[in-house]
């Protein structure tokens, strides 16, 4: 079933955050049916840094081709701005393509863009993001890579100026519209309620940002088609990584923490290590 399918039935689509090869195994194998390859994610692990627009379009698409490499499921990977103006829009599609992602949110910010749920945002022109979604649309290789068109525009110019540019971008080819960072349940509420029955509508749960969380049972019965929960696995695993390394500087040793942590044939057992080892033995002399 393709994403572009899967987005037509009444069932929301939950969309788990991931970052690399492990993060991406585990959420197949905990059941989910697609996933979202957050910048946001990238940039706090790949370099440590927030999301203000450091990583590169290059270090998204090689992140995605080694996730590609290690799953088979449907991933919507962040496209920021497109890195650029509509030529770069047009470069980021392709290589995003050949690296295996299957749909591409792509926003009306400034680059370099900064996280929705950060203030000071700004945004380009209207017009320029329309030809941007355009150009996107004429290059992709296939009919079933979808753009899902992002708005930061409630923090900048208000609801119903996020609305009307909502409305813009799928006339110039979105495939599905994201309006980031609504500030209260109501407005939440109000962007379904104004938008469903145009194209899938994707929500955007931040554990602490500027949109209360919601469930995604309460955002199927809004008109939500698609949620993304984007660096809720960065948040858990810094959590625990913090506890961890104090763990072990207090007491020289993981002993204390043995109990929160894999051992060494609890991860590979997690990562397929007996499955890849069985794979290579089989080829090793020749075989079938």
Known sequence: MTLKSRLSQPNILVAPGIYDGIT????????FEALYLSGAA?????LGRPD??????????DTMALIRDRVALPVIIDADTGFGNALNAQRTMRTYERAGANALQ?????YPKRCGHLADKSLISCAEMVGKI??????????DTLIIARTDAIAVEGFDAAIDRAGAYLEAGADALFVEAPRTGHELARVA???RGRAPLMANMVEGGATPIQSAGDLQAMGFNLVIFPGGIVRALAHAAQGYYRSLHTHGSNTPFAGRMFDFDGLNACIGTPEVLATGAKFAGGGK
């Open 24 to 31: 991406a195994a585990i959420a197949a194998d905990a059941g």
């Open 42 to 46: 990238v940039a706090y692990t790949r």
């Open 52 to 61: 203000i627009g450091l990583t590169t379009m290059s270090e998204m698409a």
């Open 106 to 110: 792509v926003e009306d910010q400034t």
């Open 134 to 143: 355009a150009a996107m649309a004429d290059v992709r290789a296939s009919d």
């Open 193 to 195: 309620t104004t938008l």
